[in-house]
């Protein structure tokens, strides 16, 4: 397994490389996100991941719009990392029978999704601004600060009752 892809020959190209990463990512939640929310028993772990529903079909047309803006395709790239994230997602929450422990089963693996959004979201802004695309990076940092929002309420429900209930 080669260690970068073919397409990847200079910053933008690992610029476009990553975008193309997380748009295929963010389809992948659009997709994942309701068997949670069918999964889900608490109400406001229900309610939060119908939330972030709607917000990650807002960060798939932002990336749309960063696509357009720098000129290129708008598709997606197999993402190996987010793939495995979901399937260790489902097959945890197949396992689980209590359905407070599948709440935190369910809560702890929306955060693995959180975090790596926020890491390829963190990166894309600081390389859009070393590329000089200050406009590709506001569109970019909208999502981040979403995804960082997200995070702190899976954080703020896990801690104040979900892990509880489930111990």
Known sequence: MALFSSDIKDMDGLFVHTLRDIYYAEQQIVKALPK???KATDP?????FETHLEETKG???RLDKVFEMHGVDAKGVKCPAIDGIIKEAEDTAGEVDDTDVLDAALAAAAQAVEHYEISRYGTLVTWARELGRDDCASV????????????QKLTRLAESR?????A
């Open 44 to 48: 406001e772990l229900k309610s939060g």
């Open 162 to 166: 979900i892990n509880r209930k489930a």
């Open 140 to 151: 970019l940092e909208e999502t981040l600060a979403e995804e960082k929002a997200t995070d």
């Open 59 to 61: 960060h798939v047309e």
């Open 36 to 38: 949670m929310i069918d």
